[in-house]
């Protein structure tokens, strides 16, 4: 039947069962993450619970903050609201969400805003109000919440050094990555200092502080940036748990991925530094690969490999070490089962007899990765450059250290 939303009649709309099957279901705890107040996660939230409701599920409000924002409370219209709980607390009154309330009613979906909200002493039992949505999704009902990106712990201490305020309230980053949804709700620094002045935000008595404070625009710029790089690191995560399920034919350029191959040759840590340098460049990932050949690699191998981890770490790379008869083979499939989209490898002095003798990896990589769509870089190492001579410049990774 037609249902009534804000003035508007909605036809519900029919699709086939096969169309239904292909679209995931909505999330059991689904967030709208913002860079600042007033963004609109709110209105997000209570638009999803309006659309949920409207499709025949049983939805609440557990606690809904409107900060006297007029079209946030015309939203809250017709949806049940779970009475709150008042505390007394230091001589005031505070409402706070009443979650054995909520437990009670068990609904199918609960709306629970300001995620890292501190609970008033005494009025449940829990000092966060994640810890309440946590008991909610453990007790089977949906929770869809919204947090700013300050509250975030990785994020805090930074945000504290770039806007001047403390942040007290935090949330653990594995709280907001167990969501199964993260939707980012964005807005430009200048459209929300426009949202500021004209009172959509805070009260009037508190816009010229704000604007010259924590709404400065700077600083809204740079918040902006951390939950844009919070929810695509968030993004592209998810898509790769996808790939893993569903490899595609060739990679899918989504984001940089920067794999250097390494051996225990001298120069390796100079190819290892300059391939961090374009990751750097790029945001993109950094991926150090060695191939192991036990038979071809002395004892001398282990202490420089050791020493490449290390800088591996260092440089903010990971390490990957895996057993491969084809150096180039061994390379290029690495590289397509982790979505790489860039190979660095490091030139070695070889003889022409040993390259018609034993063949060219370089050139096998470079033919490797071309079919499946990867750019390839052959970097110079610095104790070749000065002793060059008239043998070809050949791939590092495995090169000269095992047949192919």
Do not use: C
Request: glycine residues 8%.
């Amino acid at each position: 039947m037609p249902v009534r939303h804000n003035g508007a009649v909605k036809e519900p709309t029919v699709v086939d069962e096969e169309s239904a099957q292909a679209v995931r279901p909505a999330g059991r705890f689904r967030i709208y993450v913002g860079a600042a107040a007033g963004v609109g996660k709110t209105v997000a939230m209570l638009d999803e619970g309006w659309r949920r409701h409207e499709r025949g599920a049983d939805v609440v409000i557990g606690f809904v903050e409107t900060h006297g924002r007029p079209k946030t409370a015309e939203q809250i219209h017709g949806l049940e609201i779970v009475p709150r709980k008042m505390v007394d607390y230091r001589g005031a009154t505070f409402p706070e969400m009443d979650l054995e309330a909520v437990l009670r009613r068990h609904p199918e979906v609960a709306l629970v805003d300001e995620l890292a909200h501190t609970n008033v002493p005494g009025s449940g039992p829990h000092a966060k109000r994640w810890e309440d949505v946590l008991d909610l999704l453990n007790a089977g009902i949906a929770v869809i919440s919204t947090v700013n990106i300050q509250h975030l712990e990785s994020v805090a201490d930074a945000v504290e050094v770039i806007t001047g305020v403390k942040i007290r309230e935090r949330v653990p980053d594995w709280v907001v990555r167990r969501a199964d949804q993260l939707e980012l709700i964005d807005s430009s620094a200048d459209q929300l200092r426009r949202r500021m002045l004209h009172g959509n935000i805070y009260p009037p008595e508190k816009v010229p502080a704000a604007l010259n404070g924590f709404f400065r625009t700077e600083n809204l710029v740079a918040l902006r940036e951390l939950a844009l790089r919070f929810v695509a690191d968030e993004t592209e995560e998810e898509l790769l748990h996808f790939l893993e399920s569903h490899p595609p034919a060739a990679v899918w350029d989504t984001t940089e991925r920067i794999l250097v191959a390494v051996t225990s040759a001298p120069g390796s840590d100079g190819v290892v530094r300059r391939a961090a340098r374009m990751a750097q460049r790029t945001k993109g990932e950094l991926l150090v690969l060695h191939v192991r050949d036990p038979e071809r690699e002395g004892e001398g191998a282990k202490a420089a490999l050791d020493a490449l981890r290390g800088l591996a770490e260092d440089v903010g790379g990971r390490w990957i070490e895996v057993d491969g008869d084809n150096p180039a083979d061994t390379v290029v499939k690495v590289a397509a089962d982790h979505q790489v989209t860039q190979i660095v490898v490091g030139a070695t002095q070889r003889s022409r007899w040993d390259e018609l003798t034993r063949g060219s990896v370089v050139r096998k990589v470079l033919r490797a990765a071309a079919e499946q769509g990867i750019d390839v870089h052959v970097i110079a190492r610095r104790e070749l450059r000065e002793a060059a001579t008239a043998g070809s410049q050949t791939f590092g990774a495995g090169e000269g250290e095992g047949p192919t």
